[in-house]
Structure formats: structure tokens, C-alpha cells
């Protein structure tokens, strides 16, 4: 398990409101790079992968 403080983590918890707040993937994954410039875009876009995975499941913003 990841500590909660490391990087990916705290991607992961950015890209949520990011995803609810873009209607496409693009911008959102460039409103997390800015704050994880050393993530690639192909990392970003699987956080986004995921976080739209789980907001088709209804278990994001519901």
C-alpha cells in the first residue's frame, strides 16, 4: 500500500475533483500536471482511467 502522503496517492485524490470538473479528459489531466509535473501524461491518464471507471460505477460524486 501506498502512504498517503506519496505522490501517486495525492495525484489520484486531484484527479477526482479535476474529472468532476472538465467535461473531457484533457483538462483535467493538465489541472493535475501542474501540480505533479513529473507524472507523464500516459500516468495521468490512467488516474483518469480510473477515476472515470468509478464515477460510471456511481461511486464518485454521488
Do not use: S
Not at 486531484?14 to 468532476?20: D, F, K, N, S
Amino acid at each position: 500500500m501506498l502512504h498517503p502522503k506519496h505522490d501517486w496517492v495525492l495525484a489520484a485524490n486531484a484527479m477526482v475533483p479535476a474529472h468532476m470538473g472538465n467535461e473531457t479528459m484533457m483538462p483535467a489531466l493538465d489541472d493535475v500536471a501542474e501540480q505533479f509535473p513529473a507524472l507523464t501524461q500516459e500516468q495521468l491518464a490512467l488516474l483518469w482511467i480510473g477515476v472515470n471507471a468509478k464515477e460510471r460505477e456511481g461511486l464518485i460524486g454521488a
